[in-house]
């Protein structure tokens, strides 16, 4: 079914200009609407939208439910890649589970939007987490691995993610996470967030103590070995029934 919000994005396929950059180009950041379709999902019926942009050379992409074209007050997730935990589901961090609890909350609304940003490892590239996570098998924690690889412990800058709202002309987002320095970062660039919506997981028997261990230790968490590490998409996780953990 094509909506009138997959119309738009269709006639911007033939603009040329950078999409959405008024008023902030002084970071010299733009974005380019490359392809739209039509994305049935197991988690609802979605569009998905391919950007190109002149930061990173990375084929980021918007998965959008409904008409969200122009509109305010726009559920929005910003999802960072993780190969290992989204596709092979990793239990190093709980990145499948984030992704998969913000489509399916998405999918059950009227309009909302997943930005999946190619940013593997937080931004060091997935060759590089795998180095990072090979230092922490051999007992480095995840701050000590990335410093050793010679990354700070945090690479991501969400300039792209922004613009790609400002190109679909969203008006303002009602932000799911529970990371305020992602709050202020889209701010930061120009994107109005009306309202946070706490992004929480529900447990089941299998991963409460996993959960639970991260929220209690302020988005650090421990893996099967011993080690401490950070988890990739940075939101501290929380967990029904547990206070939350603000930091
Ligand atoms: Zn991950």
Do not use: W
């Not at 939007?113 to 922490?136: C, P």
């Not at 002309?169 to 799911?176: D, E, K, W």
């Amino acid at each position: 079914m094509t909506t009138s919000t997959h119309e738009q994005i269709k006639l911007m396929l033939e603009e040329t200009a950078c999409a959405g950059c008024e008023g902030i180009h002084r970071n010299f950041v733009c974005v380019h609407i490359e392809a739209i379709a039509e994305l049935p999902s197991r988690f609802g019926d979605f569009h998905i939208v391919a950007f190109s942009n002149n930061q990173d050379g990375k084929e980021h992409v918007a998965i959008i439910k409904g008409e969200v074209f122009g509109a305010a007050d726009v559920p929005v997730r910003l999802h960072s890649e993780c190969l290992t935990g989204d596709v092979v589901g990793s239990l190093r961090c709980d990145c499948r589970d984030q992704l998969e609890a913000a489509l399916k909350k998405i999918g059950e609304m009227e309009k909302g939007i997943v930005l999946y940003l190619r940013q593997e490892g937080r931004g060091i590239g997935l060759t590089n987490k795998i180095r990072a996570y090979s230092l922490q098998d051999k007992g480095l924690d995840t701050v000590e691995a990335n410093l050793a690889l010679g990354f700070r412990d945090d690479e991501r800058d969400y300039a792209v993610a922004a613009h790609m709202l400002h190109a679909l002309q969203v008006q303002s987002v009602h932000l799911m996470t529970n990371n305020p320095n992602k709050i202020a970062q889209l701010e930061k660039y120009g994107v109005t967030v009306s309202q946070r919506l706490p992004h929480i997981l529900p447990t089941n028997e299998h991963n409460r103590f996993y959960l639970e261990t991260k929220a209690a230790k302020s988005g650090h968490m421990i893996d099967f070995h011993g080690k401490e590490h950070l988890p990739e998409q940075s939101d501290h996780t929380l967990v029904e029934g547990m206070a939350q953990v603000e930091g």
